[in-house]
């Protein structure tokens, strides 16, 4: 398997500004992420950046991160896809990986165990993609579309007639995305235009601390606790 490591990262951010340059125990979210993968690095594999920022770009090569080309301004606005960003690396590096594992630093706590077990699983399942999950709070038998008005009827009617006699240590566990990892196929990638376009795609848990994902400040703040807990470590 041949494999490039991609951390995508743009110098914009509304949420929280800077924020791929932000500090956790000393370290930026680009590097938490650089150093998990580099400690699962093997053979011809490659770790490279993709941004538009020179500071980020810096921060990168500070972490022996490649940055092999500058992101063009069109693929770092609010509206850029993901899969825009992905299709732009591929095709400017020219050479062939069969397997891409994408990096976002806003879900920072990835460990290079989880990378070993996204990979392994990938070729145990001859996955099309290995994505990082997390539980969701609560469940969606008490959750229904924001009211107009404040109008809450509709939710609580649902909550009676499905909830009914229910207690949440009952409720089969929900999963969703966290953006901690991506591992997925590259051959379905340019035949779907998708990360998601393949028909065998898997998941793996990741706990409360090391599946956060920071979004705003106080997902920031959340990082923080979590770092100076003990609960994630480099």
Known sequence: MSILY????????KGVPGKNLRK????????WKANAAKQVITGDDRL?????????????????VEVPF???AELATDTASSADVIKHALATLGTYYDTVVLLE???????????VTA???????????????????????FVAE???????????VKMDRVGRNLRRQDLRQEWTMNGALYVF???????????????????????????????????LEMAEYAYEKGYVKP
Not at 6 to 13: D, E, K, M, N
Not at 107 to 115: E, I, R
């Open 24 to 31: 956790i125990g000393g370290m930026s979210l680009i590097a």
């Open 185 to 219: 196929d590259t051959e379905m990638f340019k035949m779907t235009g998708s990360i998601y376009g393949g028909a065998r795609n898997y998941g793996i848990l990741f706990d409360r601390w090391h599946g956060i994902e920071i979004d705003s400040p106080y997902d």
């Open 48 to 64: 490279i950046i993709s941004t538009e920022c020179p500071a980020i770009q810096k921060e990168a090569k500070l972490n022996h």
């Open 119 to 141: 990979l392994t699983m990938k070729q145990a399942k001859d996955a099309h993609l290995i994505v990082g999950m997390k539980h969701t709070e609560p469940h969606t038998t």
């Open 146 to 156: 924001q009211p107009d008005d404040d109008f809450v009827t509709p939710i609580m």
């Open 6 to 13: 991609l951390i995508t990262a743009r110098g914009g951010s």
């Open 105 to 115: 630093p806003s879900a920072p706590f990835t460990t290079p165990d989880h990378l």
């Open 70 to 72: 500058t992101r063009p």
